[in-house]
Every structure is written in C-alpha cells, then in structure tokens.
C-alpha cells in the first residue's frame, strides 16, 4: 500500500517562475519572464570568491554569517539608513530572502495567528505562512496605480492579527510606497503590537520615488526585521544569499529558526560579499542603470503607440493586456508562441487567483533584447 499523506500545500504548484521559462526554452522566445539579470556580477566579487576558495574557505562559516560580512552590513545601513545596527546581535546571514522570510515566520507566528499579505504578493509568502500554520488575510491593492488604502486595510485587522508583510519596492506591480503609506503603517504596527516583516531585497532600485527602509523608523525598533538579498544588487541570484536585521531580542529568536533550517550558507562568497559591500559606488551605478533600461523599454513600447505608466522600482515593468482577452495565464502562453516572448501573469501573485490583466516583464536584460521584446509584443497585442 503506497504511503497516504496529507499535503501541507495542497493548492501550491509548479512556481509560474518555472512554468515560463521552460515555454520560453521550448519556443526559444526571448525571456522576459522569470526575475534575474542578464549581467555578471562585479568583476572583483568573482576575483575575490575565486581567492577566498583558493585560501581554504571550504567549510561551514559560523550560523549566523561572517562577522567581516555583518560588519559590512552594519556600516551600509549606516550609510544609506542612518541607522545603527549591531552586527554580533541583530544582522543575521542567509541562504537568501525566501530563508529570511520563511524563518521570520516560522519565528514568530503559529496556529491561531493571522498573517496580513498584501497582494499582489510574491509567491513565497502564502506557503510559508501556512508552513507555520497561521492563516494568511489578504489585502489586495486596488490597481491600476496601487494605492495603499489604510482605512481598507484596517478592516482586515482582528485580535488574532500577529504580522503583516510588507515588500517594498514591490514585486510584481513595481511600486515604491511613498513615506505617508509607510507612516500610516507604522502607526497601525504600533496600535495594534504588530510584527512588520519587510521584504526589501530591492532596496538599491528605485526611481523617482524615494525608498524609505523601515528600518529607519526609530519607534519601530522591536517590531520590524527587515530581510534583503545580494541577489538583486550585485547580479548574483544563483549564489542565493542574503540577510535578516532586526533589534536584538527579535534577532535572537528569530536565529533559533535560522540555525535549523541551513545552519549557515556559502563561506566563500560572504567573505567576497563583504569585500565588495565596501564599494558603495555600486549602487548608484546599479540605478542608474536599471532607470536607462526602464527607459529604454518604455521608449520602444512608445514608438509601436504605446504608452506605459513607469515602474517605480525593481526590475519588474507592468503592461496591459486587452481586457477582452483570454485568461492572463492563457494570454502568457500564446505570448510565448506567438510573439516569441515569455512574460509573467499576475493572477499568480493574488491567491484566489484575480485577474487584473496585467503582464509582467522584467527589464534587467540588454537594451537590444528589451527593444525586441517590445517589438514583437506590440506586434502580436494589435
Ligand atoms: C519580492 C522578492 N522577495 C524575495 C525574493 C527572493 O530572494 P532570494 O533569491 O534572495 O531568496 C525575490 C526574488 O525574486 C523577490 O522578488
């Protein structure tokens, strides 16, 4: 008799990240699809991990991160948040921001709690907050602009609520939240003693809109951990490593969690991590960079009469679907066969799946690959 089980995740899936990008391999369509750039990393990033494995860093760096690595946490908090964080007690190494997160959860809430998920959400969210066993209460902002509605938002509160996740600049719709949407959230976590797990692994992408961490909200220190990625600043999502800060109590709980689930991750590449992390002309360049590439996809979407509002941040840009069309996953598919492109829907970022007709294609690829997307897009949209 084969072994029964009951699935944890009965409605989780193949991630449409995945389901994308082997169409797009399939139909050998340009891959506007799945989230990660078409750029090397920094050269002396790959030089120095190249030296640090020749010196014989092989084996397990400490569970919580090396101590040059966290150093160089705290002293770029510092720099672009003002805010002073101690390495030995509150930044926390991972195996990336979905470990960040999925160990925040498992941290802090459990059966009875409720999880506050603004939608569209990213995908890890809901899966590990059901992991944890707390429910999940969505709060959808209403497109086409996004806007964070608080009064709509409060009404989703109940005395159950634990925590809210808050990803900010925002996959996939590519919204910065503005200062007054992050005070009104400030205001609701400390009303009600709430836990704010942000996910702000786009930190270094924005735009126009100025990105404010929460971290450097000083009333919130005891509420907030804050997670973010190296993946998305230095071109190197493939090394999966990234890292958690929150005040010391918070911290300690949360490295509980942590310990278990990888113990540690790459030692190599966090001592090359935070060699480079010293180098903070990166991140202007790496600005302005992606603000030339939203442009320039603009542009080309421009010259076939079309017109876009601009993503705020991240490398994500949203495009519009005819509203008579077929479902957004259908409308991917026959993209990608048709157009040659693969974009991702966004019905997989709510979790009643919502169609809002909106596409996502992310713009971290080279500006004759962007304006050839556009091209046949259009084509193919009329
Ligand atoms: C909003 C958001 N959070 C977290 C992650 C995961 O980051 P990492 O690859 O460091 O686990 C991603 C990756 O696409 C993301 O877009």
Not at 43 to 67: C, F, M, R, V, W
Request: charged share 20%; glycine share 4%; net charge negative.
């Amino acid at each position: 008799m084969p072994f029964t089980f009951q699935s944890r995740l009965p409605a989780t899936g193949t991630s449409i990240f995945s389901t994308m990008s082997a169409l797009a391999k399939a139909h050998q369509a340009i891959n506007l699809g799945q989230g990660f750039p078409e750029f090397d990393p920094p050269k002396a990033l790959i030089d120095s991990i190249h030296e640090y494995l020749k010196k014989g860093l092989n084996q397990y760096a400490p569970s919580i991160g090396l101590l040059s690595l966290r150093e160089a946490i705290a002293s770029k908090l510092e720099v672009f948040n003002k805010t002073r964080f101690d390495p030995e007690q509150e930044i926390t190494v991972t195996s990336g921001a979905t470990e960040a997160l999925f160990d925040a959860i498992l941290a802090f809430c459990k059966q009875g709690d409720e999880v506050l998920i603004i939608e569209p959400a990213y995908d890890s969210y809901t899966p590990a907050v059901l992991i944890a066993g707390a429910r999940p209460v969505y709060y959808r902002l209403p497109e086409p602009d996004f806007h964070f509605d608080a009064w709509e938002f409060r009404k989703l509160i109940s005395p159950k609520t634990k925590a809210i996740l808050l990803n900010n600049p925002m996959n996939p719709c590519g919204k910065v939240w503005t200062k007054s949407d992050l005070d009104q959230i400030e205001q609701i976590v400390l009303e009600h003693n709430l836990l704010l797990i942000c996910d702000e692994v786009y930190e270094h992408i924005y735009f126009e809109q100025a990105f404010n961490s929460m971290l450097t909200y000083p009333r919130l220190k005891g509420h907030v951990i804050s997670v973010s990625s190296f993946g998305k600043t230095f071109n190197n999502t493939g090394w999966k490593l990234g890292y958690a800060v929150a005040e010391a109590a918070l911290m300690a709980e949360f490295r509980k969690v942590h310990q278990f689930v990888t113990f540690s991750s790459f030692t190599a590449a966090q001592a090359a991590l935070a060699d480079q992390l010293a180098d903070h002309s990166w991140y202007d360049a790496l600005r302005s960079m992606y603000l030339s590439k939203r442009n320039v996809l603009i542009e080309a979407f421009r010259t076939h009469d079309r017109e876009l509002k601009p993503s705020e941040g991240t490398y994500f840009q949203l495009l519009g679907m005819p509203s008579n069309a077929l479902g957004d996953l259908e409308f991917a598919e026959k993209l990608v066969k048709e157009a040659g492109v693969a974009v991702i829907p966004l019905s997989p970022f709510y979790h009643d799946a919502y169609d809002p007709k909106l596409l996502r294609l992310c713009f971290a690829k080279s500006d004759d690959t962007l304006k050839e997307g556009a091209r046949r897009l259009c084509q193919t949209l009329g």
